[in-house]
């Protein structure tokens, strides 16, 4: 679903992402992992349209993105958590995820005259934040959350924009080992749902658990794909994992 | 005598609420620290005066300073959408700066440094707002719808919009808002009322010339919005009436106004310094400065 062919970005002197080509698949949980500073995130931004390739083109769902804006191409499906928290902090958990329904609130007339949320649109946020597992403090300010509940509330938020692909960058980064797990089993079920999830992470035991597929950087280029078993005894991926 | 004085008040506090609630709308709540604010305030008011001067009704010419602000607003957007914090500031600065450059040197339509004297008080069907009293009764409305819309949009779903656009802009882009446009409607709704205040205030004074709309007539707009607290429209109307008010104090104190001016300043200098030590949120806001 989702096609990356000889994608560049340089930023000075750094190759970031040189020339980097692959797939994901539709229902797989792929993951794109590589020592720090080996391009990941850069990728993502890419994929996401914060930043403009210098050559080379993606592909999603048959229509080429590269380059779109960021809302076009989350209005097209691509859903996306950051690395950092960016949550909306002076606003409440509930609102931080009422905005990510639709985009009727962008309607500045509709909105004028008369627009509210629907009980649809509150049973849909409570069903997915009972899911992750942040219903209890739904009216919080998000600014107040400690780091693990604000991580959640990015995942639910990400989970509840519409979308076709998730893509998840480092989602268990920092997260304490109880938390680390439930997130482990919310991502399996999400699969099991029908989720197509693109991933980044650095720890390779949480990757090699939950992943179909995984491509391996490192300085800005693909050195392996294939499944967990492959990837473990690929030569390639222990050098530029032990030569870190 | 004092009623009058007290009637005199009250209309310059309604007036300073419409500044401020229209600042709190794109500064508070959308983020977009705005310093050309005060230059829609002098686009509304030479829109409204000209056109009365020159016949036209009071209410097209109270609704055109209002639309004409308005583009203006939208034409201010389009160059800054991709600023933020200091740099739009400085932006939106050097768009009022051109603004009364305008006033001040486009002399055949404006008269330049000497101003427009002789503006109508404004009538409706027939009615005629001469009286200050008449006049507060139009201003009180005015303003009061003005709270009404501004309080309608923040308070809808598309006021969080905004607000997402405050707390995390690109956030916001990702979960596929177009920025751009909300941004530029919160600009245009701002400066509507802006021009609106602007009309207001050239019909009441009846003179009106480019001193009026310069940078630092903002600052007592921007204390108050500080003082009141981003993203608070209560907190906003109550700072209007206590820091238009108190330098007015002085007056019944028995200061002579050569003195009122510059002890005007150094209060309200005061104020935000102990503002920004002691209140960073103003006095009734939930958002840090
Ligand atoms: N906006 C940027 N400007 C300059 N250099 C950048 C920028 N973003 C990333 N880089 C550099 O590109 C390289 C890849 O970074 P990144 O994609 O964040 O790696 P990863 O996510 O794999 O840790 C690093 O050397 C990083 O310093
Ligand atoms: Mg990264």
Redesign the pocket.
Known sequence: MLQISNLKKH??G?K??NNVSFEIQENKITALI????????????LISGI?KADSGRIIFNKEEITNKKVNEISNLGVSRLF?QARLFNNLTVKENLLLAINNEDTKFWKNLINYKFTDEDYKKINKIAEVVGIESFMNKQAGDLSFGQKRLVEIARAIINPHKLLIL?EPVAGVNPKLRKEILLLLKKLKEKGEAILL?E?DMNFTLNIADNVIV?DE?KVIAEGNPKQIKNNKNVLEAYLGE | MIEAYFIHLLILIGIYIILAISLQLAMGFTGLINLGHIAFLGIGAYTSALLALAGWPFWIAFLLAGLIAAFFGFLLSIPTHKLKGDYLALATMGFSFVVYAILLNWTELTRGPLGIPGIPKPSLLGFSFSSNLSFLILTAVITLISYLIIKRLVTSPFGKVLESIRDDELASKTIGKNTFKSKAIALVVSAFFVGIAGSLYAHYITFIDPSSFTIIQLIPVLLIVIVGGLASLEGTIIATVVLVSIPEMLRFVGFPSSVIGPARQILYALILLLILIFKPKGFYGKVKL
């Open positions: 930023f000075g750094i970031a992402v590589g020592p720090n500073g080996s391009g990941k995130t850069t990728v993502f931004n930043l690395q960058d980044i650095h950087m800005g």
